[in-house]
């Protein structure tokens, strides 16, 4: 087969998500499905690593801002295509999609690609973030609000509006780990 | 009861849903519940009317534009606002959102407000625009595209993305009705 071939048969699954809104829980699912899951924010890493750049989460935010600035506004998306194309699965999940130039770009290779959207109110993702204190999330509602400012302004609202799927997650884990199995079902008989 | 005093007790619910969404149902909702409904679009039309320009979507659509331009980015909100103030309902709708820059001026007057999303994906929106025909709506794929860049361009997105509460409008119009019913409940018992 072809690798043109190939990428017209694969399904990619697109997952954005506002900060805290439970894109860990869907990845681990994929993951758990056998579906490979190619990380976004890993090229940031690794270009990190490339330029000697501590990867502290300011560090990392204003390097996507300079690769995005030096090689465009897909430039992201564009690191991960032979990524994804390395597998040869039938489903393959993007993680950390942020504007729909992205989203462009993955389509060009990709036709069979589906933006999957994980919802959550603000209240319950601050509710959420403060719970996981991770060395990066925010501590008080002042930093979560500009967090949120940061992630809009790269235009990962648009990706939402235009999603094939919406996954609701205001209840518990096991509630979304099934809602996104949904998902994977009616993208595997679409297909 | 001071007018401040009767902005703090009110329940504001601000709808925002890309074209086809399903906005036209939950303002129907609200209505045969008896919550009044204040339409943004109608500032635009009463606008229109009092100029002397015929109400075409083209010109509405440039209007809205020139009223931006010309009182700022939350102009259409602010005209709004006593319209709402002189409901004396426990909640009022607001439907047609466009911009964070209405929902903050909207907060500024109203510290109850919740943002309500109505989600379908765009395949489900064109399906349902191309079914209901009406003058204004897209026929094909270029013009439904178009419409939802112009929507996004406005920042329609960003509300979507900090919806307090996230309709899923994938199936039918009792579907839809019931979810903004449960909706309703949630907001007046937090209340």
Chains 1, 2 share one sequence.
């Not at 490339?50 to 897909?74: F, H, K, Q, W, Y």
């Not at 729909?100 to 060009?108: A, D, S």
């Not at 648009?158 to 994977?184: H, P, Q, T, W």
């Amino acid at each position: 087969m072809l690798k043109s071939d190939v990428g017209m048969a694969k399904v990619i699954i697109g997952i954005v998500g506002m900060p805290g809104a439970g894109k860990g829980v869907v990845r681990e699912v994929a993951r758990q499905h056998g579906f490979p899951v190619v990380v976004m924010g890993d090229e940031v890493r690794a270009e990190a690593k490339r330029r000697n750049i501590e990867p502290t989460p300011e560090n990392l935010g204003r390097l996507m801002l300079e690769i995005r600035a030096e090689e465009g506004l897909e430039a992201i998306a564009r690191r991960c295509i032979p990524k994804i194309k390395m597998h040869d699965a039938s489903i393959i999940v993007v993680d950390g999609l942020r504007s729909l130039h992205e989203v462009k770009e993955f389509r060009k290779e990709f036709p069979n690609f589906k933006i999957v959207a994980i919802h959550a109110s603000p209240k319950t993702r601050f509710r959420r973030l403060l719970a996981r204190g991770r060395s990066d999330d925010p501590k008080d509602w002042e930093t979560f609000y500009m967090r949120d400012q940061r992630e809009l302004s790269v235009g990962i609202g648009e990706v939402i509006a235009l999603a094939d799927y919406m996954i609701v997650n205001e209840g518990s884990i096991d509630c979304l780990k099934r809602e996104f199995e949904k998902i994977l079902e009616k993208v595997m008989k679409d297909e």
